[in-house]
């Protein structure tokens, strides 16, 4: 397998046609694709501003979607290429989330760290409260506890 440059628009629809309970991000500042020997896409990784508006200081950048066809070792593979991507960038932390029922192994595989169990929260449509007027799409994470995972330029 190599990595490959990946539009934003291919990489939303391999996550549209793959991806088990997630859509495609709405935006992205880069997406990296992976090719098999074949040139055959197995997956991709999109990486973004950081949803929370906490982690949004312009040196950390969140993984908001990773998706493979099943290929091994795929997504470890993804998330090294982002994080390598993203420090010749300048940015020195990278975040993501992943659902608390999976492993993580992945991202240990290539050095992140557990940071914080989050609980589950009510769907998107509920997230912003009483006073949002926006209505939201409930596809999501909503009622599933997370986990947050970061690495950062500094170990």
Not at 52 to 72: K, L, M, S
Not at 84 to 97: H, N
Not at 128 to 148: E, F, H, M, Q, T
Request: proline fraction near 5%.
């Amino acid at each position: 397998m190599r990595v490959v440059p990946i539009t934003f628009k291919a990489a939303s629809e391999f996550v549209k046609r793959l991806h088990r309970h997630n859509k495609p991000p709405t935006g992205h500042k880069f997406s990296i694709g992976l090719a098999s020997d074949t040139g055959e896409i197995v997956g991709v990784a999109m990486a973004g501003r950081p949803v929370a508006r906490e982690f949004d200081n312009g040196t950390t950048i969140e993984v908001n979607r990773t998706c493979t066809d099943g290929t091994a070792n795929a997504n470890s593979m993804l998330y090294g290429a982002v994080w390598r991507a993203a420090k010749a960038m300048g940015y020195v932390r990278a975040i993501t989330y992943t659902q608390a029922d999976e492993t993580g192994a992945s991202l240990r595989a290539v050095g992140w760290r557990r940071v914080k169990d989050l609980p589950a929260r009510g769907n998107w449509a509920e997230s912003s409260g009483p006073a949002c007027k926006v209505k939201r799409d409930p596809i999501g994470n909503g009622g599933v506890s997370r986990v947050l995972w970061e690495i950062t330029a500094n170990g």
